[in-house]
C-alpha cells in the first residue's frame, strides 16, 4: 500500500489520523504499534501522545489556519502590483526588493506575518521574478568597463647558472 504525504494530506485528513491514533492510545496500543498502524514516523506518534496525555483528544484536534493565515488569491493580486510599483514607491532608496522588504510588506498592508522562507515560497508561488533590476546591472556593467586594473607586474626569474636547476628547491648538482 502506498504511504501518502504530508504534504497531500488535506487538514481535515491530518486530524482525521491524529484522532485516530487518540482512539488507539485510549486502547492502551504503544506508540510503536500506533506508529505502524497509522504509517507515520515514531516521532509524529511520540508528539501526538505527549499532547494527547497532557490535553485529552482535544488536543489533536486541528486548530485551524486562522483567517490571516495566508494571503487570499485576491491579496496575492494585489500584492504582486505593490511589487510591480517598485520598493521605491514604499520608501526604500534602491530598486531591490528583498524577502524582508517583502514581508514587511506583506505584514503592513495585510496584517499578515510571515517568515523569510515563507516570503521566498510565497513570491515563487506567485511566479515573481528572481532577477538583479535592470538599473542595478547597467551600473555594475558601466563601473566594470571603467575600472581600470593595476597592472600585473611579476618580477622575471633570474635564468639559472649555467647547467644548474631553475628549481629554488633542487640544488645544483655539483
Known amino acids: 500500500m502506498k504511504t501518502r504525504t504530508r504534504q497531500s494530506l488535506s487538514?481535515?485528513?491530518l486530524?482525521?489520523?491524529r484522532l485516530q491514533a487518540a482512539a488507539?492510545?485510549?486502547?492502551?496500543?504503544r506508540s510503536v504499534r500506533v506508529a505502524e498502524a497509522l504509517g507515520v514516523t515514531r516521532q509524529a506518534v511520540s508528539v501526538w501522545h505527549r499532547a494527547w496525555?497532557?490535553?485529552?483528544v482535544e488536543a489533536l484536534r486541528s486548530k485551524g489556519?486562522?483567517?490571516?493565515?495566508?494571503?487570499s488569491d485576491e491579496q496575492k493580486q494585489e500584492l504582486y502590483g505593490l511589487l510591480k510599483a517598485g520598493p521605491?514607491?514604499?520608501g526604500w532608496k534602491d530598486q531591490r526588493w528583498t524577502l524582508a522588504r517583502v514581508g514587511a510588506l506583506i505584514e503592513e498592508r495585510f496584517k499578515v506575518r510571515y517568515e523569510i522562507s515563507g516570503v521566498w515560497y510565497l513570491l515563487d508561488r506567485m511566479g515573481w521574478p528572481w532577477q538583479v533590476p535592470k538599473v542595478r546591472a547597467e551600473e555594475a556593467i558601466a563601473a566594470r568597463r571603467t575600472e581600470t586594473r593595476?597592472?600585473?607586474s611579476h618580477p622575471r626569474r633570474s635564468q639559472p647558472p649555467e647547467g644548474g636547476s631553475a628549481s629554488r628547491t633542487r640544488p645544483t648538482p655539483g
Open 11 to 13: 487538514p481535515v485528513e
Open 15 to 17: 486530524e482525521r489520523r
Open 24 to 29: 488507539l492510545f485510549e486502547q492502551g496500543m
Open 53 to 56: 496525555r497532557e490535553g485529552g
Open 65 to 71: 489556519t486562522g483567517n490571516n493565515a495566508y494571503l
Open 88 to 90: 521605491t514607491a514604499f
Open 150 to 152: 593595476p597592472a600585473v
